[in-house]
């Protein structure tokens, strides 16, 4: 069973460019969390969403940041015009069911967006 | 909302000895969850232990143990036997609707 599928690992965008990061979660898994990390800090709630549906967006910036996870393929956090503070690491998690039920969510290995 | 404060950016340990990650959070929630994470230098997300706030037993995991202290609102890491792979950033999580993390610990194990 494949863990969280994030690709790609390695992104570099030139400043004003689209990025696309996409996840794919564990099989089984129908909720999808995205995280950002910036260089020596800890990891930041952005989006939860399940199948078609967002369901907290309260860490997503309010421009230029956006996410979907579409009933087929994968979850795409997509970042419109990056600039330099945008350069980061982003997390993609998964979970099978509603996290309130104390389902573990497991990690991707991570995006890496570096905007020049 | 939750929030998770970690107020130890460094520590260091010597192998084979024991140290405790500090952890407080915030919550007016009963049922929730605790997590600790552990991110290497590949900074891949590793679960390393669990603890569910309606349990009274603090989880244990091989040389990885929690006090749990409900009222107090305190969850630290007990790390038994430190070794050299047990150097990384270390994270405190809650979980209730979505996970939310510490600032982070890092964590040296000196030979």
């Known amino acids: 069973n494949a863990g969280v599928m994030q690709n790609p690992r390695h992104l570099v965008r030139r400043r004003g460019q689209e990025a696309r990061l996409r996840c794919s979660p564990m099989k089984g898994h129908s909720h999808v969390y995205w995280y950002r990390q910036l260089p020596e800090e800890g990891l930041k709630f952005m989006v939860y969403l399940q199948k078609e549906n967002i369901i907290d967006e309260s860490g997503m910036p309010k421009e230029r940041f956006s996410a979907e996870f579409p009933k087929e393929g994968p979850s795409i956090l997509r970042i419109q015009q990056v600039v330099r503070g945008d350069s980061a690491a982003y997390f993609c998690?998964?979970?099978?069911?509603?996290?309130?039920?104390?389902?573990?969510?497991?990690f991707g290995e991570g995006s890496w967006l570096t905007v020049v | 909302a939750q929030t998770v404060t970690q107020s130890q950016p460094e520590m260091s340990v010597q192998e084979a000895e024991t140290v405790t990650l500090s952890c407080t959070y915030d919550?007016?929630?009963?049922?929730?969850?605790l997590f600790w994470y552990k991110q290497p230098p590949s900074r891949q997300m590793i679960l390393v232990i669990r603890q569910e706030a309606y349990k009274q037993q603090n989880a244990t995991e091989n040389r990885f143990s929690v006090n749990f202290q409900k009222a107090a609102k305190s969850f630290s890491l007990k790390i038994s036997d430190s070794q050299l792979g047990d150097t990384a950033m270390y994270f405190c999580a809650f979980m209730r609707d979505d996970m939310r993390f510490g600032a982070g610990t890092r964590l040296t194990v000196k030979p």
């Open positions: 919550t007016s929630e009963s049922n929730y969850y």
């Open positions: 998690a998964s979970s099978p069911t509603d996290s309130s039920s104390g389902n573990t969510i497991y």
